[in-house]
């Protein structure tokens, strides 16, 4: 991460870093809830890449620095999951974000508890994306992860490893990971996967379990050559 993001006072999302233009509820955060002052250093984004470094002036942000492009992973992570209900699949979403996968896809597995589609599959992938976004603003990412679902487990189980028990350790060339439902991943589920991942000796929740993936995965991208 590069040091002015870093010591950036905050790190927030607007249209366009080559005219930034702080959008109302981010005015409101950095003066009524962080109590920044004018002057202070705030890095922005459009959560695709391009960021610069800015300091607070009166209801705006002046920029200060010339605008900064990180380019895309070679091999974005991505983490499939069958989402949990209610307020577990919100945490996975930030936490997963967090941590720095590149895509999160929504999956209908056979066991699935929570089902969505038409409108009610809009609904929580919009509320999702919110979520990324203020995760990303948080951790000081410049992209904010691609938000996809749901889909049908069984169109991505044949290129997509699985996390199941008794798999074998990730590995560096292992890019995306498939994390089942509370009731596991049922026998057509489990004999369609190209392959089996390990996260660990214990039964863990489906949120927990993506975000253990989503930190090897991110470990491990770190130290490839």
């Given amino acids: 991460m590069d040091d002015a993001l870093r010591r950036s006072a905050a790190h927030v999302l607007v249209d366009d870093v080559a005219a930034p233009v702080l959008s109302d509820p981010a005015r409101h955060h950095l003066r009524r809830v962080l109590r920044l002052r004018d002057g202070e250093a705030v890095t922005v984004t459009d959560g695709a890449g391009r960021w610069r470094s800015c300091r607070l002036s009166g209801d705006g942000i002046a920029p200060e620095d010339d605008i900064v492009v990180e380019p895309p992973n070679v091999e974005p992570l991505t983490i499939y999951v069958a989402m949990p209900k209610g307020d577990r699949a919100d945490w996975l979403v930030q936490k997963c974000t967090e941590v720095g996968v590149d895509r999160i896809v929504a999956v209908i597995a056979e066991r699935s508890v929570a089902r969505w589609s038409g409108d009610r599959a809009a609904r ?34 044949g290129a997509t490893a699985i996390a199941e028990p008794g798999g074998r350790e990730l590995e560096p060339r292992d890019s995306a990971v498939a994390i089942g439902p509370e009731g596991g991943w049922s026998p057509g589920e489990l004999a369609a996967a190209s392959d089996q991942v390990s996260l660990g000796p214990y039964v863990l929740r489906v949120e927990t379990a993506a975000v253990v993936a989503a930190a090897r995965m991110v470990a491990l991208r770190v130290v490839r050559p």
């Fill in 124 to 157: 929580p992938v919009s509320r999702w994306r919110r979520i990324a976004e203020e995760a990303a603003m948080q951790a000081r990412r410049v992209r904010v992860p691609e938000l996809d679902g749901p889909v049908a487990a069984t169109t991505v189980l």
